[in-house]
């Protein structure tokens, strides 16, 4: 059974088309990933190679946006920039990986 995630059933229950939701979460877990491509929640972020992994054996037809580490505002109160995010250096080995890999990347953020 695939355990839903309660981000993807929210926005989903408003009648939001699953093609235009875009899976963010930085920490996805498989059983997450899989329900995504249940619903047809098939646009997802990622960071790094780990990720690219991961959604190759689950869901190799996902549509890729690669997140890319900001340097971030360090006055905010949390923040996310030091623990998530591709480093921009590491951007362009990261694409070449995915592409490797057969992945369809669609965009960078």
């Given at each position: 059974m695939t355990q839903r995630t309660?981000?993807?059933?929210q926005i989903l229950s408003l009648d939001v088309h699953p093609s235009?939701?875009?899976?963010?979460?930085?920490?996805k877990i498989s059983s997450?990933?899989?329900?995504?491509?249940?619903?047809?929640?098939?646009l997802m972020?990622?960071?790094?190679?780990?990720?690219l992994?991961?959604?190759?054996?689950?869901?190799p037809n996902a549509r890729l946006i690669l997140r890319i580490h900001s340097g971030g505002d360090n006055?905010?109160?949390?923040?996310?920039?030091?623990?998530f995010g591709c480093h921009?250096?590491?951007a362009r080995g990261v694409l070449n990986r995915a592409k490797r890999m057969g992945l369809n990347v669609v965009g960078v953020r």
């Open positions: 309660r981000e993807i059933e235009r939701v875009v899976y963010a979460n930085p920490c997450h990933i899989r329900y995504a491509s249940h619903v047809g929640v098939d972020t990622f960071d790094g190679v780990h990720e992994v991961k959604i190759k054996k689950l869901f006055t905010a109160l949390h923040n996310f920039d030091k623990k921009p250096r590491a």
